[in-house]
């Protein structure tokens, strides 16, 4: 049975961990779809530390541009995705269309039959970019999460560790999938 949470936060608000903890309720096998590239000294030191705390019971698959296919071919009861925020900052990078990349996304968490945790950061609640890409990020960013978040069964926003539940569906709505 499908079920899709979308868990929204700022930086270093707990949304991570929060999702992770929302596997541990899974027994065997759970995967963790990485989106992050290792790019430089920092990047691994803050990936190698992201993977030791999330500790044993996970399958880690590098999807950094193609998350759609990672999340439609894994075969496990739970997959976590973090985080559409870095995932949309490398499709930015590598000058792929943002939109129909959000599309295919989407189509497939309408279609995906097993339960998906999706980590994505609110990028909204701060100051107006001062230049024009950072505003262009800052507004794909709020349109990949208003899609996430039509089509998920739930929605919970982070801040401080804690979690504030914004939307708990009881029963399937008709999502759009494009658009």
């Given at each position: 049975?499908?079920?899709?949470?979308?868990?929204?936060?700022?930086?270093r608000?707990?949304?991570?961990?929060?999702?992770?903890?929302?596997?541990?309720?899974?027994a065997?096998?759970?995967i963790?779809?990485?989106?992050?590239e290792?790019t430089?000294?920092?990047?691994?030191?803050?990936?190698?530390r992201?993977?030791?705390g999330?500790?044993?019971?996970?399958?880690t698959?590098?999807?950094?541009?193609?998350?759609?296919?990672?999340?439609?071919?894994?075969?496990?009861?739970?997959?976590?995705?973090?985080c559409i925020?870095?995932?949309?900052?490398?499709?930015?990078?590598?000058?792929?269309?943002?939109?129909a990349?959000?599309?295919?996304l989407?189509?497939?968490?309408?279609?995906?039959?097993?339960?998906?945790?999706?980590?994505?950061?609110?990028?909204?609640?701060?100051?107006?970019?001062?230049?024009?890409?950072?505003?262009?990020?800052?507004?794909?960013?709020?349109?990949?999460?208003?899609?996430?978040?039509?089509?998920?069964?739930e929605?919970?926003?982070?801040?401080?560790?804690?979690p504030?539940?914004?939307?708990?569906?009881?029963?399937?709505?008709?999502?759009?999938?494009?658009?």
């Amino acid at each position: 049975m499908r079920k899709v949470t979308l868990v929204l936060g700022g930086a270093r608000s707990g949304k991570s961990r929060h999702a992770e903890a929302l596997g541990q309720a899974y027994a065997g096998r759970r995967i963790y779809v990485a989106t992050a590239e290792n790019t430089d000294a920092e990047m691994a030191d803050r990936i190698a530390r992201h993977r030791a705390g999330r500790g044993e019971g996970w399958d880690t698959v590098e999807a950094p541009l193609d998350l759609a296919s990672a999340i439609a071919s894994a075969k496990a009861p739970f997959v976590l995705v973090d985080c559409i925020t870095v995932w949309l900052g490398n499709l930015m990078h590598h000058n792929r269309d943002l939109a129909a990349e959000l599309d295919v996304l989407c189509k497939v968490l309408a279609e995906v039959q097993t339960r998906v945790v999706i980590v994505s950061n609110e990028v909204g609640l701060s100051v107006v970019p001062e230049n024009r890409m950072a505003r262009a990020f800052r507004d794909a960013q709020g349109i990949a999460n208003q899609r996430i978040a039509e089509l998920a069964d739930e929605v919970i926003f982070v801040a401080a560790g804690l979690p504030l539940i914004l939307k708990k569906a009881t029963t399937r709505r008709r999502v759009r999938t494009k658009g």
